[in-house]
């Protein structure tokens, strides 16, 4: 199983680069998210950490 990270906010990656197998640096949109699910063939989501942005995409997903 791999692991897929998504960062809006490319400085906050400079300690925390290693965490996943593949890091996206796209904005926290539904539409961008889904593209990002669909194109790795994904089994499901995880949200973790963040702020209210992500906390709102959590509950659409």
Known sequence: MAS???EAQPPT???DY???D????EPLTLEDVMGIYERENCYGVIVQFGGQTPLN???RL
């Open 4 to 6: 897929q990270g998504i």
């Open 13 to 15: 990656v400079s300690t």
């Open 18 to 20: 290693d965490t996943s």
């Open 22 to 25: 593949k890091l996206y640096f």
């Open 57 to 59: 995409l959590a509950m």
